[in-house]
Structure formats: structure tokens, C-alpha cells
């Protein structure tokens, strides 16, 4: 295909109609630098002939395979070693691209593109997801980017794959460790990208904040990782509005980087044996 802009991963499993709504979506799109990729988990529900089917009349589908995985993000690292786009974006069966929006997103180079989102919840009901222009380290610690909202350069996983040993966080982790630990460059783009299921696994309140809270203590050092527990704890008594407000003064940003990099320095002096 030459030199792709795109690589569109698609995940699924025993859902054959959400995949139809998924691929549709897609077809709908004008833009054209793009690949898709499918990874199916061994459905038996007739997914598979809605992707051969789709094969035949897509020249844009460069991959797809139907086998056991691991589960979501084991289906979603098999996509991301086949593809040969600048960008990702994972989009899985029952998500569903805006109407032609792939033609509206400026792909020059920034690392992390990510939009808003519309959320659909029981009995279809659909709530405008907006996201923050600066995705800070309050905001990050208890709160995610859609993938389906996101356009992730693809640097971003070389040797760095998601986590397969957990069930829902591990999207939320690459984005933290991306934005928050390596500092790549970002921006919001203030339209809707995608319509998104919010009934999934993820819905799991509970377990995501158990998963969330087990990665800080297996990926950052104490005074760090109790750090950004405390910024969760602070999110959920609306405090972010607070910082919100005072992080548009330049003196607060530069105080605020300062103290991050402060207690970095700190952990790394003392955490060296």
C-alpha cells in the first residue's frame, strides 16, 4: 500500500453484529491512507463471514485472522505487530467512526491525537464525552482517553506493547505512561471522533480502580505511586476544578512541572541500591 498514514485495528469476538455496525462505519469513510486490520478471538457466531465477506470488497483490509487469544489487549498487540501505519487507532467490533471524520484529523506528526467521544449506556442512552485540551496527571490518575478517540503515532510501541496481565487498564496505561511519564506531544481536537459501547468490561468501576491502583504500585515508586493515588483521591472531591482554574496562570504550570520532575528525582536518588 505504500507509505500508510493509518492502521484502523479491529478486535472481536462472538460479535458478529457489532462488527457489521463496525465495518460500515468504516466503509463510510472518504479518506483513504489507511489499513484494516482484523483480529478475531476464534468466534463461532458468523463473524467470520461478515470478515470474508468484507475482504472481497475491501482492498483495504491488508490482515485478518480468526484464533484463541488472550483476551482483548493480547487481540489488540496482535494488531499492532502487523501494522505498517505512521498512526494506530483501535476501533473494535461495536464501535463505530463518526461520519466521515478520518478526512478532518490532521496526522503531522504529533504523538497523541485524541478527540471526543459519544458514549452510549443502557436503553441506548447517549452522553457527549468531552475531553480536557490538557490531559494532566490529576486528571490522568482516575480518568481515561477512549481508544476510540485516540490516534497514537506509532513510535509509541515500539517495545512497548500493552500489558496483557490486566483485564481493563492497560489502554489507560499506555496513555499515563505516554502523556505523564515520557512526556510525548499531544493535542485535543475539539469534535467528536467516534460512538462508543460504555456497557463493556471497562464499565467495571470497581475493578478498573483496583487494576488502576495495582499498576502505580507495580510500575512507580512509593513516594510516586502513593503520589498519584492521592491525585485520585483528589479528583473524585472535585479538586481537579480547582487546579483546573489555577493551571491556566503560566506561573502554576511551571510550579506544578517542577514538583513532578522534584519528586521523580527523589524516588530515582533513593530507590538506586
Known amino acids: 500500500m505504500g507509505n500508510l498514514t493509518l492502521s484502523i485495528i479491529t478486535v472481536n469476538f462472538n460479535n458478529d453484529a457489532g462488527l457489521i455496525k463496525t465495518l460500515e462505519s468504516i466503509k463510510e469513510q472518504t479518506f483513504t491512507s489507511y ?12 463473524s467470520l463471514d461478515t470478515i470474508r465477506n468484507y475482504a472481497r470488497t475491501t482492498p483495504n483490509l491488508s490482515y485478518w485472522v480468526s484464533e484463541p487469544d ?4 493480547d487481540g489488540m498487540n496482535k494488531g499492532i505487530q502487523k501494522a505498517k501505519g505512521e498512526y494506530l487507532y483501535f ?7 463518526m461520519n466521515d471524520i478520518l478526512v478532518r484529523i490532521p496526522f503531522d ?3 497523541y491525537l485524541y478527540g471526543d467521544a459519544n458514549l452510549v449506556y443502557e436503553r441506548q442512552r447517549i452522553r457527549v464525552h468531552t475531553y480536557p485540551d490538557i490531559p494532566d496527571f490529576i486528571y490522568l490518575s482516575d480518568n481515561s482517553l477512549q481508544h476510540q478517540s485516540c490516534f497514537i503515532h506509532h513510535s509509541l510501541f515500539i517495545d512497548n506493547l500493552y500489558d496483557i496481565r490486566y483485564r481493563i487498564i492497560s489502554d489507560w496505561a499506555h496513555t499515563f505512561q505516554s502523556l505523564i511519564m515520557n512526556r510525548c506531544s499531544y493535542r485535543h481536537l475539539p469534535y467528536i471522533i467516534s460512538v462508543c459501547d460504555a456497557c463493556g468490561i471497562s464499565s467495571n468501576l470497581e475493578e478498573l480502580r483496583r487494576e488502576r491502583e495495582r499498576w502505580f504500585v507495580e510500575n512507580l515508586p512509593p513516594i510516586l505511586s ?3 493515588r492521592d491525585c485520585t483521591a483528589l479528583d473524585r472531591a472535585r479538586f481537579r476544578e ?6 491556566h ?25
Not at 489499513?35 to 458468523?46: A, L, M, Q, R, W
Not at 488472550?70 to 489487549?73: P, Q, T
Open 242 to 247: 480547582v487546579v483546573r482554574i489555577l493551571s
Open 35 to 46: 489499513e484494516h486490520i482484523i483480529i478475531d478471538g476464534g468466534s463461532t457466531d458468523g
Open 70 to 73: 488472550k483476551g482483548i489487549y
Open 226 to 228: 502513593n503520589a498519584f
Open 249 to 273: 496562570t503560566d506561573k502554576f504550570k511551571k510550579r506544578a512541572k517542577k514538583l513532578i520532575l522534584f519528586l521523580y528525582k527523589i524516588s530515582h536518588f533513593f530507590g538506586k541500591e
Open 91 to 97: 476501533l473494535n467490533s461495536g464501535d463505530c467512526l
Open 109 to 111: 506528526g504529533t504523538q
